[in-house]
């Protein structure tokens, strides 16, 4: 495999549904690419949902879970490369339907020393409501992304291509729903910080080790972006992540490390060990057709 594929979700087994198909009609990449789906401890439908998807699936599929406790998305991310194989990944979530030629323009936009991402389209809830399996399959649901939007995302990646032509710190911005990098660049800042529990700032944490391990950012924008499906917030949405802890704990770190402590390799601070989780009582539950 070429490229892992890690989608988070947490019981939205529709919005799921609707990112995998997404995934079965993609252009030219048959063979190249593997799919994990981490959940973060959903309690519906969602993961007898994937059993049955997994067994039909064109792509090897395998998922994982673990007991809920608040929003864990990062935790959530680094299992997921955990289960996983493919050299390069591709992170986005399961309330996103890619474009037919998303893993295509990702694979070609490979570049040792860059991690590749941008944003995503977003659609409102009257048009998320009439999508569904067959419109992804037999349809172009790009078409679908209004206007005004289509025109905000074109106008934000000309901004992300002048960002990186100045060499702006942190710009352009990486987005959770659309990050790709090299597994041993991922491996090197041990993934995303766990101490993010909560809606945001996951990924800019991560975009800033990546940013002191070297690392350039590339946008994507203006090639390929996911289509967001609307959905209510998550509880712990907080616009510019104002009064949160996550916000608190990502200012608090002045000198944040490049290697997060507690990441893909836990690491005891006190004895200076790294440490694993114990399979029998801590690892995820990694699951397969």
Known sequence: MDIAVIISTFERPRHLERCLASLAVQDDVAGRFEVVVTDDGSRDETLPLLATLARHATFPLTFTTHEHGGFRLARCRNEGV?????????FTDGDCILPRDHLRQHLAARRRGWVVGSDCARLDEATSARIDVDTIVHGDVTRLVHR?????MWLKGLRAKAYQWAHVPMRPRLSGNNIALWRDDYERINGFDEQFVGWG??????QYRLERLGLRVNSILLKTAPIHLWHPPAPSFARNNVGTQNLDYFKALHARPMRCIDGLVKLDERQGTITFPDPATAAPRRQAA
């Open 82 to 90: 955990a289960a996983s194989t493919a050299p390069y990944l591709l």
């Open 148 to 152: 005004s939007e289509a025109q905000r």
């Open 201 to 206: 700032l996951e990924d800019r944490d991560l």
